[in-house]
Structures are given as structure tokens and as C-alpha cells.
T-cell receptor
């Protein structure tokens, strides 16, 4: 079974500052890793995903994440945030052999202040 | 590609009533997933279909919950004898056979009074 821990429930940050949203996972099998964003009153949207290969993954809206197998982490970063990045961010894992059932973390609320 | 659609978007019901939600996936996608999301939590997996076959069900899915995908296209999720604890956002997602990316619908928000 897999599990996901998002280490911060809320992250306040000033506009144009860098941000890191932390995610750790546990699994006994190989997994795919994802970050999703959920804007207020909207559905989940895929930001980026790690399947294999390069451990640094770039996604939409200037976000990137780095897969660290030894630390079982998949932290999300952005060098300079905008007010419009205010949203809920979810880290997720899926079993490579499990039909892509996805296990989500509890989410991190990113709040960008002017 | 019109995306994943869900109906209704909101449902208010009284405890003990039955409710049914519908999900229309992206047309060429053969995998369909149901999740439940409560306030302040991430989505929790409920069940998933490949074509019309229901391949996995979560332990969260009590016997009051049933999901169907009769022709491998749209799916319905029914909750019988609703309880206040069933109040949540119910999310549907779909994906193609050879892709890992799930596309989510806007969800159906259920409120049980």
C-alpha cells in the first residue's frame, strides 16, 4: 500500500518569492508521482508528473519538482510565485502495476500575498 | 474534447434518502475513477472501471454505495440511505489505456441534512 504525507498544511508567501511545497511518500513498489492543483471551485488539474528518467520534472505555470528516491520525496518548487498561484496543491502517487489508482496527500494551501 | 462532466454539480438531500450521481468521461477514455473529497482533505479513491468492468473497490465503499458503468461509457454512483457522514465532494476522473494521466471533472457536492 502507498501513502503520501504533505508536510505543510498551509504555506503563506509573498508575491515574487520562491516557494517549496514538501511531499514524502511511502510504497513497497515502484510508483508514479504527481502534483495536482485545485483552484477555488474548480476541478483538479495536473501540474506535473514523474514516471521515469530525469529526476527533475518541469510542469505548467513555471513549477518543477524533484524526485529523490533515497529520501522518498517529491517536493514542488517555483522560483517566483504570483498571486494567481494561490490554490490547494496535492501530491499523489500511483502504483505502476495497480491500474493507476491514485493516492493523494491531504493537500497544501498556498497563499500568495501582495 | 469537452472534458469530464459530472451531474448534478450540487445535491442536497435528507438523511435516509437515496442519491445518484452521473459522470461522463472523455469519450475515448476507457478507465474511469471515482473519488471522495472531504473538507481539508485530499481525494480518497473509491473505485475504478476499465471499460464496463469494475476492477477495484476501496474499503471506504460500504454496501450502501454502488457504482456502475453499463456500456463502458458514462458511470453512475449511487448512495443508498444517505448519512450525514456522506457529505462530501464526489469526483470522477478518466484516463486512456496507455496513459497515467487522469483528467478530473468538477465534482458533485453532496450535502446530507
Amino acid at each position: 500500500a502507498q501513502s503520501v504525507t504533505q508536510l505543510d498544511s498551509q504555506v503563506p508567501v509573498f508575491e515574487e518569492a520562491p516557494v517549496e511545497l514538501r511531499c514524502n511518500y511511502s510504497s513497497s513498489v515502484s510508483v508514479y508521482l504527481f502534483w495536482y492543483v485545485q483552484y477555488p471551485n474548480q476541478g483538479l488539474q495536473l501540474l506535473l508528473k514523474y514516471l521515469s528518467g530525469s529526476t527533475l520534472v518541469k510542469g505548467i505555470n513555471g513549477f518543477e519538482a524533484e524526485f529523490n528516491k533515497s529520501q522518498t520525496s517529491f517536493h514542488l518548487r517555483k522560483p517566483s510565485v504570483h498571486i494567481s498561484d494561490t490554490a490547494e496543491y496535492f501530491c499523489a502517487v500511483s502504483d505502476r502495476n495497480g491500474g493507476f489508482k491514485t493516492i493523494f496527500g491531504a493537500g497544501t494551501r498556498l497563499f500568495v500575498k501582495a | 474534447d469537452t472534458g469530464v462532466s459530472q451531474n448534478p454539480r450540487h445535491k442536497i438531500t435528507k438523511r435516509g434518502q437515496n442519491v445518484t450521481f452521473r459522470c461522463d468521461p472523455i469519450s475515448e477514455h476507457n478507465r474511469l475513477y471515482w473519488y471522495r473529497q472531504t473538507l481539508g482533505q485530499g481525494p480518497e479513491f473509491l473505485t475504478y472501471f476499465q471499460n464496463e468492468a469494475q476492477l477495484e473497490k476501496s474499503r471506504l465503499l460500504s454496501d450502501r454505495f454502488s457504482a456502475e458503468r453499463p456500456k463502458g461509457s458514462f458511470s453512475t454512483l449511487e448512495i443508498q440511505r444517505t448519512e450525514q457522514g456522506d457529505s462530501a465532494m464526489y469526483l470522477c476522473a478518466s484516463s486512456g489505456s496507455y496513459t497515467d494521466t487522469q483528467y478530473f471533472g468538477p465534482g458533485t457536492r453532496l450535502t446530507v441534512l
